[in-house]
């Protein structure tokens, strides 16, 4: 059983910059692909950006590549979201994920993973 906290949320303005981090405990990280999902109000949680169990493979949404960066440290069980030229399109709580990389499916959909954290807050203010 993996626990998942994520960290770094915040309020801040438009073209400011956040770094999210995601602490495992309970599991083998290394054994798990990580990924960041975000959930506005009234809108479906939707992908942002996932990150293979060694760290070789990065995947992005079209409407964040550019701007944030997926990236894990296994020796600290931890993963991060670093997230640059914010915009007020994405305030919404996001969230990580982890999924056993063993298991063959589409990493871009929340099915794939297992485990989730409560959630941080992020608010971009115009």
């Known amino acids: 059983q993996v626990q998942l906290v994520e960290s770094g949320g915040g309020l801040v303005q438009a073209g400011g910059s956040l770094r999210l981090s995601c602490a495992a405990s309970g599991g083998s990280f290394i054994n798990y692909y990580s990924a960041w999902f975000r959930q506005s109000p009234g809108k479906e949680r939707e992908f942002v950006a996932a990150?293979?169990?060694?760290?070789?493979?990065?995947y992005y949404a079209g409407s964040v590549k550019g701007r944030f960066t997926i990236s894990r440290d296994n020796a600290k069980n931890t993963a991060y979201l670093q997230m640059n030229t914010l915009k007020p399109e994405d305030t919404a709580v996001y969230y990580c994920?982890?999924?056993?990389?063993?298991?063959?499916?589409?990493?871009?959909?929340?099915?794939?993973?297992?485990?989730w954290g409560q959630g941080t807050q992020v608010t971009v203010s115009s």
């Open positions: 994920a982890a999924g056993t990389r063993w298991k063959n499916g589409n990493i871009y959909s929340s099915n794939f993973y297992d485990y």
């Open positions: 990150i293979t169990w060694s760290g070789s493979g990065t």
